[in-house]
């Protein structure tokens, strides 16, 4: 079965501060990954997305950056956060390759900027 | 531009009852149209999803009804129970390999027992 692993669970930082929010998918191979940043009682909005290693594309920009350094990681960071950097971040895969198009959402990482 | 517009925003349906929520969309080649849930605290989790060669989808008290020419669907939860009470996305994703996915705002559901 595919497990997929966010963290940390909840960070609370400082304006300005640098910021890496990881996501591992196990047990599925070359996955499609996936970044979602959701703000508090708002939508989803696809932040990232990449099909395999070392290849992502940006779909909105918000100041941050998006690699995948291995099949079954991807990593979000920044090196200045700011304000509107609180939310909830997601991170999901779905089945590369004749994908069918069903998304899988990680637990997801709280993240409040003071 | 909101490519995926839900409403209501808010829906109150009493234990029983159906609740209905719509959606509607902009760009004629989205063809996968998934919704998800999410409880308080939670990340979304897929409920039911319908492409648009179907124009009825149905699991169990959930059912899908799809409008292709008038770019609308809805979602009718049936006997609507208080374990239904969540906010639910409508989304849409294009036939060019699914990386892209598009969420409405979300209708939270709220069901009195």
């Known amino acids: 079965a595919q497990t997929i692993h966010q963290w940390p669970v909840a960070e609370i930082k400082a304006v300005g501060s640098p910021l890496s929010l990881g996501c591992t998918i196990k047990?599925?191979?070359?996955?499609?990954l996936y970044w979602y940043w959701q703000a508090t009682g708002g939508t989803l909005q696809q932040l990232f997305y990449?099909?395999?290693?070392?290849?992502v594309e940006s779909v909105v920009q918000l100041n941050l950056s998006a690699s995948r350094p291995k099949d079954d990681q991807f990593i979000l960071s920044t090196e200045k956060l700011l304000l509107s950097h609180s939310g909830f971040y997601l991170c999901?895969?779905?089945?590369?390759?004749?994908?069918?198009?069903?998304?899988?959402f990680g637990e997801g990482s709280k993240l409040t900027v003071l | 531009q909101q490519q995926v517009r839900q409403s209501p925003q808010s829906l109150t349906v009493w234990e029983g009852e159906t609740a209905i929520l719509n959606c509607s969309y902009e760009?004629?080649?989205?063809?996968?149209f998934p919704w998800y849930w999410q409880f308080p605290r939670e990340s979304p989790a897929l409920l039911i999803a319908?492409?648009?060669?179907?124009n009825k989808k149905e699991d169990g008290r959930f059912t899908i009804f799809f409008n292709k020419r008038e770019k609308k669907l809805s979602l009718h939860i049936t006997d609507s129970q208080p374990g239904d009470s969540a906010t639910y996305f409508c989304?849409?994703?294009?036939?060019?390999?699914?990386?892209?996915?598009?969420f409405g705002k979300g209708t939270s559901l709220t069901v009195i027992p």
């Open positions: 999901a895969w779905s089945r590369g390759g004749g994908n069918t198009g069903q998304l899988y």
């Open positions: 047990g599925k191979s070359s996955p499609n």
């Open positions: 990449s099909i395999t290693v070392g290849q």
């Open positions: 760009d004629s080649t989205f063809d996968y």
């Open positions: 319908i492409r648009p060669v179907s």
């Open positions: 989304a849409a994703s294009p036939n060019t390999g699914y990386q892209n996915f598009y």
